[in-house]
């Protein structure tokens, strides 16, 4: 079955970097679409980035884009963020996801990986 | 982009019908039938409900529906059972670049 797995939280100060991962398995990973969501602590779900099965297209959302790049690695099955000069408001938990037809772009999720900007 | 506008809490008792509306503008929910609903336990990942406004991913209980009439589409939980107390958000396909999320509606069973 699909799985996907993310890691790399923690906790990072203002202005700092940080690279998640997202390891995906259970399907064919270059033949899918994929995205980043995240969720502040007690907030909603806040979509953040997508990039097409072979990577020539990337989305972000408005407020990550300069600072966060999307990328993807399909010899590893494997999906990353690089996060840089973060801010406290990017405090979340981040997951990936699945996305398997533009009209069901978030069909599995990963458990989440916690990113913390503090001092 | 501004988030989708859902109701902040809806509640029933076991067996009641709800429904939650996630209202947009015609740049999100009312350019396309790209819409998507969320089911959100505490502590877990959200979960695919509903997708392309009315369409249920395999597996899902056939109590779950959903529609769509202008800018505003809807989740309607039938027969509501205890497990069904969750959040749920809301989502569309604003433009080809963007996606949307409504603020969560969280579900309560009395």
């Known amino acids: 079955q699909v799985q996907l797995v993310e890691s790399g939280g923690g906790v990072v100060q203002p202005g700092g970097s940080l690279r998640l991962s997202c390891a995906a398995s259970g399907f064919t990973f270059s033949n899918y679409a994929m995205h980043w969501v995240r969720q502040a602590p007690g907030k909603g779900l806040e979509w953040v980035a997508f990039?097409?099965?072979?990577?020539?297209?990337?989305y972000y959302a408005a407020s990550v884009k300069g600072r966060f790049t999307i990328s993807r690695d399909d010899s590893k099955n494997t999906l990353y963020m690089h996060m840089h000069s973060l801010r406290s408001e990017d405090t979340a938990v981040y997951y990936c996801?699945?996305?398997?037809?533009?009209?069901?772009?978030?069909?599995?999720w990963g458990q989440g990986t916690l990113v913390t900007v503090s001092s | 982009q501004s988030a989708l506008t859902q109701p902040a809490s809806v509640s029933g008792s076991p067996g009641q019908s709800i429904t939650i509306s996630c209202t947009g503008t015609?740049?999100?929910?009312?350019?396309?039938?790209?819409v998507s609903w969320y089911q959100q336990h505490a502590g877990k990942a959200p979960k695919v409900i509903i997708y392309?406004?009315?369409e249920r991913p395999s597996g899902v209980s056939a109590r779950f529906s959903g529609s769509k009439s202008g800018h505003t589409a809807s989740l309607t939980i039938s027969g509501l059972q205890a497990e069904d107390e969750a959040e749920y958000y809301c989502?569309?396909?604003?433009?080809?670049?963007?996606?949307?999320f409504g603020g969560g509606t969280k579900v309560s069973v009395l």
């Open positions: 015609s740049s999100d929910v009312g350019a396309n039938n790209a």
């Open positions: 392309e406004v009315s």
């Open positions: 989502c569309a396909h604003a433009g080809i670049n963007h996606w949307v």
């Open positions: 996801a699945k996305e398997t037809t533009p009209r069901l772009p978030f069909d599995d």
């Open positions: 990039i097409r099965s072979d990577a020539t297209i990337e």
